[in-house]
T-cell receptor
Framework: DAGITQSPRHKVTETGTPVTLRCHQT?????MYWYRQDPGHGLRLIHY???????DKGEVSDGYSVSRSKTEDFLLTLESATSSQTSVYFC??????????FGPGTRLTVT | DQQVKQNSPSLSVQEGRISILNCDYT??????FLWYKKYPAEGPTFLIS?????DKNEDGRFTVFLNKSAKHLSLHIVPSQPGDSAVYFC??????????FGAGTILRVKS
């Protein structure tokens, strides 16, 4: 299994609060991705990174920001959480941009 | 508008028989296609992939077929086993090494 961890694994937060999710890899892969999974939508890309300090937006980036200051860590921040951001969030990594390997997920509930 | 579509939300198959999961896409610029399997409360796991220059790739019980003219992808599992019961996602790679996912198909293999 690829060495990817996500923290926290579960979080409940209130509307309007900031939330940061962490993805950590031990594979030294160049590419890192954040997705959200919702019923009927599969996995949708939020943001991705193609190197340290190099990030770009995905399909559903509004309300989210990311940072990557080290190869191994990719942080996803919900600046002011809303109920529509209740979801399961997955981090993925890729060496060459082909296969992506996913972390175990973070279940976020915004009340 | 969804660029990758899995039109069957679910599929039920008898153990030992063939499972065929289908996927259609609209973007002719996709150059690489992948299948992922997902169990509840876990991250998706990579199953098999195929480049757009090929029409078939086989790995054990799993075979992926690509029909570029029809923009159609299928995954065959032979023989199906109860442990194959999961959600299967089709994905396609676009520019920037990003993946676009279908909504998923729930496969149930009955023993």
């Amino acid at each position: 299994d690829a060495g990817i961890t996500q923290s926290p694994r579960h979080k409940v937060t209130e509307t309007g609060t900031p939330v940061t999710l962490r993805c950590h890899q031990t594979e030294n892969h160049r590419y890192m991705y954040w997705y959200r999974q919702d019923p009927g939508h599969g996995l949708r890309l939020i943001h991705y990174s193609y190197g340290v300090k190099d990030t770009d937006k995905g399909e559903v980036s509004d309300g989210y920001s990311v940072s990557r200051s080290k190869t191994e860590d990719f942080l996803l921040t919900l600046e002011s959480a809303t109920s529509s951001q209740t979801s399961v969030y997955f981090c993925a990594i890729s060496a060459q941009g082909n296969e992506q390997y996913f972390g175990p997920g973070t279940r976020l509930t915004v009340t | 508008d969804q660029q990758v579509k899995q039109n069957s939300p679910s599929l039920s198959v008898q153990e030992g028989r063939i499972s065929i999961l289908n996927c259609d896409y609209t973007n002719s610029m996709f150059d690489y296609f992948l299948w992922y399997k997902k169990y509840p409360a876990e991250g998706p796991t990579f199953l098999i992939s195929i480049s757009s220059i090929k029409d078939k790739n086989e790995d054990g019980r799993f075979t992926v077929f690509l029909n570029k003219s029809a923009k159609h992808l299928s995954l065959h599992i032979v023989p199906s086993q109860p442990g194959d019961s999961a959600v299967y996602f089709c994905a396609a790679r676009e520019y920037g090494n990003k993946l676009v996912f279908g909504a998923g198909t729930i496969l149930r293999v009955k023993s």
